[in-house]
Nanobody
């Protein structure tokens, strides 16, 4: 019943901005980590950014200074603010989360279905 649903993708011009959202729904104990991955055609899926429930974040070198990841106070929704977008940012962006189950508290990975981001003039 746990689901991750992404939103906010679309077409944007180089230099523009987009904000992606990922909302977790259903029954679970807590979320440890939420991540954004991306995959371009013909390329391997790569980790773009991650944030923990304690607020610690990390970024791929290619997006440092341009992207910001954050979670809401309840840590059920994660955002990716993308500024100064480049054509090479074009990819399907996937939300991923490590979630503790009810009642076992064991960790399990969940993935969203992805949202397309296209940066083109």
């Amino acid at each position: 019943q746990v689901q991750l649903v992404e939103s906010g993708g679309g077409l944007v011009q180089p230099g523009g901005s987009l904000r992606l959202s990922c909302a977790a729904s259903g029954s679970f104990f807590s979320i440890n980590t939420m991540n954004w991955y991306r995959q371009a055609p013909g390329k391997e899926r790569e980790l773009v950014a991650s944030v923990t429930s304690g607020g610690f974040s990390n970024y791929a070198d290619s997006v440092k200074g341009r992207f910001t990841i954050s979670g809401d106070n309840a840590f059920r929704t994660v955002y990716l603010q993308m500024n100064s977008l480049k054509p090479e940012d074009t990819a399907v962006y996937y939300c991923n989360a490590q979630i503790r189950q009810i009642p076992s508290r064991s960790l399990r990975d969940y993935w969203g279905l992805g949202t397309q981001v296209t940066v083109s003039s």
